[in-house]
Antibody, heavy 116, light 111 residues
């Protein structure tokens, strides 16, 4: 059974960089040919796809966030990571990591609040 | 920012059939598969339907999906209390909005 777990600071100051890591267990990131995604959800709102990385390292980002997003993968640790720069209060959300598109396995989500 | 439009709410009594619509365009639903997710409040979304009308293992056959042109629908038959949740459609998008977009979401209430 594949499991994903997000980790990272729950509070980030405005203008700083949000950094989250997703640890995958029960399966290898480097096998299976899946996209590994980050998705976020603002409080009481819908889902927003942020971007994905393939096990080869190729990435694709939501055009609306592209200038601020970087997703990377560390196959040796079976992890992939999200960095979102120059954050504002509008980036406050629950951030999910997920396997595949469509996403068939999800992490539990982690709330990141942007506040001074 | 959602490019897929859903009604904000739908409701039904236990045993009834509820249908949720998802309206898109030629760059997403019109040319790609549609997916549906169920999200119980406080939990992560769960994949409910993939490739328009296929159910992952473990999803009851009370849930069914369909697609016609640039619109799609999710039907829940034999509504149960545990079906009370938010439902989102999604699709790949070939335009500058893409490549993967979610619907606005529909809250299903079991009366």
């Amino acid at each position: 059974q594949v499991q994903l777990q997000e980790s990272g600071p729950g509070l980030v100051k405005p203008s700083q960089t949000l950094s989250l890591t997703c640890t995958v267990s029960g399966g290898s990131i480097s096998s299976g040919g899946y996209y590994w995604s980050w998705i976020r959800q603002h409080s009481g709102k819908g889902l927003e796809w942020i971007g994905y990385i393939y096990h080869s390292g190729s990435t694709y980002y939501n055009p609306s966030l592209k200038s601020r997003v970087n997703i990377s993968v560390d196959t040796s640790k079976n992890q992939f990571s999200l960095k979102l720069s120059s954050v504002t209060a509008a980036d406050t959300a629950v951030y999910y990591c997920a396997r595949g598109l469509p996403a068939d396995y999800w992490g539990q989500g982690t709330l990141v609040t942007v506040s001074s | 920012q959602s490019v897929l439009t859903q009604p904000p709410s739908a409701s039904g009594t236990p045993g009834q059939r509820v249908t949720i619509s998802c309206s898109g365009s030629s760059s997403n639903i019109g040319s790609n598969y549609v997916y549906w997710y169920q999200q119980v409040p406080g939990t992560a979304p769960k994949l409910l339907i993939y490739s328009n009308n296929h159910r992952p293992s473990g999803v009851p056959d009370r849930f069914s999906g369909s697609k016609s042109g640039t619109s799609a629908s999710l039907a829940i038959s034999g509504l149960r209390s545990e079906d009370e949740a938010d439902y989102y459609c999604a699709a790949w998008d070939d335009s500058l909005s893409g490549p993967y977009v979610f619907g606005t979401g529909t809250k299903v209430t079991v009366l």
